[in-house]
């Protein structure tokens, strides 16, 4: 068993950290032809919550694995606190890893599973003892030591398998999608805790999600990942209000897009041939700016005619903190609006914008009406 | 670390096709292997002739002359001309060498193309035993001159073996062999049919109705799917057979000895296997298939001919596929049930341990056959099976109805018919067990005599079966389970396929034909093992490793590999984590395949019967050599037997209770 020190591993850079430093240089990985991870450099900062965030199938938890040691990279380097631990197998890496299915062993108790990152580590009894307590404490499983898996909760056996990863004193510790088997209000409960624990023993965390929402809620900083590839890095401000291409835009967040194309700085025709005129961002050049793109909290339902376009209320949807309205506007375009008003399906309404940018391509035109 | 599983998997492949297709191998070639025939003569005062009921593959040509000149179809010709004064000369269409291993009574000589092994009798006298007088042979001019008694027999024999399609056009022509073949089918397809008519209704009902008594019933059936294979076909012999004990009683002149009898013993051995098969079936039916075509308007009757038979159909052929298998591979109950009756697994048994008239190349032949039909039926149940894997994850068990009273009694009379023949065997041996036998015949008198003798005597044969079973046990858990690993984590590209599919043929080798393999492959060269305690532990092994890799299979892929990942993370090398970790889970699962290694290991038969030589004599062979020699005392075989019942059950209840258990 390699140790910190083992490794190389100097962490002055935050001293209130037991964390360390990933670096990715060119990193590729591929199963046989298919390419999961195309050349990927990325920094993540000593203590810092990281998610990667993305659909299915593009290649989070490979990148994750990878991390792990479970998938040898095909090229590149991954660097722990600029150690190359590219071809160090995963049961010397030393890290915490928290899986989907929980992966606790149904054939040990909660205090044995927790124990066994010890045991391997040839820890004395009385050690293994006290600080399996202290981590079943940590968790607030201390009651359940002695139970089974297939006796706990789904929750409680996360945090089991929580503090069965904790427990080695890792400096990085893994998550892939934890919470997803869980019902929602505990998910929200369970990342609270997630998080807590983590700033607490002051250490490095690489999230893998599908779930935007938690992304945004306990994130540091987000990779948005697509087809194999970083789509885009930032804090979830950044992700969710600059976006910097449509496909970042839909798959975090509700959107609205509208196709025309931009005829000045601060104009854009719509397809239909309306004109909506107010200050806009563009991340394209104006000559490019095909897509016209808005959040629904962002846009305003006015009376008709004193809005930037007019429509119809197609659907409503009640959601207690505000209403969800589809607009259809003449040209049959929908735009979706979150806000707090009274209108009725079939009302003739204004549509104001208030935020807007500009890209040059649609999403998957696919994506785009799900969504709506 | 990455690479020891490879190095192992390679170490099995290499197992496997030492123990697999090696012995295959062998059949084949000694299938395709024919020697060049042979002829008699016979002297008698000075005159010569040929003996024609002893003439193989040559063909006699008189032509009027005082020599004998036979030819063989492939032109070989060899003539004898008798010289007068006790010598003859033998010739033949190559020129003779006397071979230096020639001795005594034993004379070889060789040309090209052929080895003859000559050997001289001279007739028995009343008082006298037949001696096989001293040759002297001295060649001349390419032929050998040969001396012999005055009156005396002398057998040529070609002992060169060539490749032939001979023995299989012999098989094929002759009607012995077809009459085995025909038998042999008849036995199975009769047997099958009529114990899946018994056992399929049987099954159904117990699937839907819940009935006092049904869980005893299952527990009854899966005992019965064990017995000790050839206890049936002792038992009902003795009770139904010509003068026997209940024919005798109702004064019947009936006797089941025959063909029908070898049916009726098999189908009450072979339908547990179709009752819990389709049993399983029936009940993992999802329910919901059955209510949405009730709901979408079919009647019941509908529902139950276009929803549930089609669902269950996989199980139910799968349980008449082993049915089949066991029916067709079945030495004891024909062999004990009928002596002249021919059927293949007898004849191959009797063409290969015949030391007179007994031929490896015609039981070699006969044992592909066997493979061959074999073959036939897992490709009807697979053309059949074709995409209609089924598999619906059932979230709820469906509910059991409450029978009416005329359908309840049915049931249970249904019930104790199955039972009660199942296990007229059993009670009877276990009665007879108590009672003292005197020259072959059961008498009235209470004994313990018989367990005395068992305790004291037979120890030995109790000791072997238990021990080679235990050992072959052990050796299934230990490749089962590191198998299963190999072919359902590692997916090596070709040496997966390759192992499993090795591994997994010995499935279908009929008990006679493995055994056939087995000494075939290991009397000779650099492996002997025949006549060995290993070679029945090695036997049993490979013939129920697939049980053992299936459950194993089975089990691994309950277990996700995230398990795998967790403690790999936590520092376990991978060496640690299948011992620590896959294994004790992969346990629990595999231990009803174990259980069932262990159960057919102790009372396997049909390989048993060929491999064993004392003393490592298992008590199956016991038992059934007390049952084929007339007037054997059967006493202590049937103790022997009750032991191997308590041996056989008391396991079987562990593990019907233990799944009870793990069900709940």
Known sequence: ?372 | MRNSWKIFSLFCLAGAILLVAVPQIWIVVSAFRQDGGAFTIQLRQGEMMLVSEDVQRFIPRTDGQEDITLERPDGFAASVSNKGDNRIVFKTSEPLTIDPSSAGSRLVLNSDNASFVVEQTVPMSIFGTPTAPVFEARPVDGAVEITHAARSFIRFHDRALSFSFGNFKEFLSRSVYLEAIKNSLIVTIASTVLASIVAVPLAWLVARYSFYGRSMLIALITMASISPPFLGAYVWRMLLGSNGLLTAALGLDWTIVGLHGVIWVIIWLIYPLIFLMSLDSFSSIDPTLRESALNLGATRRRAFFNVEIPTSLPGVLTGLYMAAMAAFSDFGTPFIISLDLVILPKLVYTQFLNETGGNVSIASTGSIIMLIIAMMFLAMQRVVLAGRSFASVTSRKSELDRPGTALKWLIYGFGAIVIGFAFTPHVFVAITSFLEWRAGTVTTVMTLANYSTLFTEQLNAVWVSLSTAFAATMLCMVFGLSIAYVIVRKRFRIIGPALNGLVMTPYIIPGTVFAIGFILAFNQGPIVLTGTWFILVLSYFVRMLPFSLKTSEAALYQIHPAVEDAAMSLGATPVRVFLGIVVPMMLSGAITGLTLVFLHSATELSSTILLYRPPWTPMSAVIFQNTISPGANFGYAAAMSVLMMVILYVPLAYITCSRKKTLV
């Not at chain 1, 606190?81 to 929980?102: A, C, H, L, M, T």
């Not at chain 1, 009651?143 to 006796?151: I, L, N, R, T, V």
């Not at chain 1, 200050?279 to 700016?289: C, E, I, K, V």
Request: proline share 4%; with cysteine.
């Open chain 1, 1 to 372: 068993m390699l140790t910190k020190e083992d490794l190389g591993m100097t962490r002055k850079q935050n001293p209130s950290s037991n964390g360390l430093s990933v670096s990715l240089e060119a990193l590729e990985i591929c199963f046989g032809k298919f390419q999961a991870l195309h050349a990927t450099d990325l920094n993540i900062r000593d203590g810092e919550f990281f998610t990667l965030l993305g659909p299915s199938g593009c290649g989070k938890t490979t990148l994750l694995r990878c991390l792990a040691g479970f998938i040898k990279p095909k090229r590149g380097r991954i660097l722990f606190d600029d150690k190359d631990v590219s071809q160090i197998e995963p049961w010397d890496r030393g890290i915490g890893f928290v899986f989907q299915n929980y992966a606790l062993w149904p054939t040990k108790t909660i205090a044995r599973n927790v124990a066994y990152g010890l045991e391997m580590r040839k820890e004395d009894k009385a050690t293994i003892e006290r600080k399996v307590r202290e981590t079943l404490e940590l968790v607030e499983l201390e009651h359940a030591a002695d139970k089974y898996p297939g006796e706990l909760s789904g929750g409680m056996q996360q945090r089991a398998a929580l503090a069965r990863a904790v427990i080695i004193d890792p400096p990085l510790l893994l998550f892939d999608e934890p919470l997803s088997n869980l019902d929602a209000k505990l998910r929200v409960k369970l990342r609270r805790d997630i998080r807590a624990l983590q700033s607490r023993l002051g250490l490095t965390a690489v999230y893998v999600t599908h779930d935007q929402e938690e992304a945004l809620d306990i994130s540091d900083r987000i990779a948005v990942m697509h087809q194999g590839r970083v789509a885009q890095i930032g804090t979830p401000r950044e992700i969710y209000e600059t976006p910097v291409s449509t496909r970042v835009a839909d798959f975090v967040g509700k959107a609205t897009f509208l196709r025309g194309h931009a005829v000045s700085a601060d104009a854009f025709q719509l397809d239909s041939g309306a004109i909506i005129q107010g200050a806009m961002t563009f991340q394209t050049s104006p000559a490019n700016g095909r897509v016209l793109f808005s959040r629904p909290e962002t846009i305003s339902i006015v009376a008709p005619g004193e809005g930037d376009i007019d429509g119809v209320v197609h659907e409503v949807s009640y959601l207690g903190n505000l209403t969800r309205y589809v607009v259809t506007t003449g040209c049959g375009q929908n735009i979706l609006v979150e806000a707090r008003c009274v209108a009725q399906q079939g009302d003739r309404v204004g549509i104001r914008f208030s935020e807007m940018k500009v890209f040059d391509d649609l999403p998957d035109t696919k994506m785009q009406e799900e969504d709506l």
